[in-house]
């Protein structure tokens, strides 16, 4: 399990790491500013913690990856409870403990539900049933046959398991294959 611990407090940052190798027997990569993690192929981790407000500033990335975030908060924050999971710097080794094991624990459950891995033309021919693209548009765009694009449909769906072209795009956009599904 790959995790990135991205705050701007190294004594935070060092304490995390100390408890995810102790009782996790995971080391997590940390970054004392955003860029240098977006600088190291931020899309290889499976998991991230960080403050909210480095959620925010970074959206576009974070969005998709919602579901793979524990929010670190402090001094009794709970306005974002709701968006995901916390981790409140200030709460007791033991309670800090259960909040990890949980996260560790779904971030399990999530990757043991995972979809095959798509090839780089599903990928392609996915982000263009996102975009509305019809079967001949995706075909002249990416130089193959229609049946290709069939054929590449198919797998995306016994893949993935999605059957619609809503849920491809909602699958796309939650992913981060696209970001903006109205801009062909």
């Known amino acids: ?41 931020p899309e290889q981790f499976d998991a991230y913690l960080l403050f909210a407000d480095t959620v925010l500033k970074y959206s576009d990335f974070f969005l998709p990856r919602k579901s793979r975030i524990m929010l670190l908060t402090a001094h009794g924050d709970q306005s974002v409870e709701s968006f995901a999971p916390t981790l409140p710097i200030d709460e007791e080794k033991e309670s800090l403990l259960e909040r990890l094991e949980r996260f560790v624990e779904q971030l399990g459950r999530q990757a043991e539900s995972l979809p095959q891995e798509l090839s780089p033309r599903e990928t392609e021919v996915l982000k263009l049933v996102a975009k509305g693209f019809m079967n001949k548009e995706i075909a002249d765009q990416l130089n193959i046959s229609i049946n290709t694009v069939l054929s590449h449909r198919k ?6 398991g999605i059957k619609t072209v809503s849920g491809l795009s ?3 956009m939650m992913n981060g294959y696209i970001s903006d599904i109205d801009n062909k």
């Open 155 to 160: 797998n995306l769906t016994a893949k993935l």
């Open 1 to 41: 399990m790959r995790i990135a611990v991205v705050t701007p407090h190294t004594l935070l940052n060092l304490g995390l790491k100390h408890l995810f190798q102790r009782y996790f027997d995971v080391t997590p990569a940390l970054y004392n500013r955003a860029e240098d993690f977006f600088d190291d192929t």
């Open 170 to 172: 909602f699958y796309a």
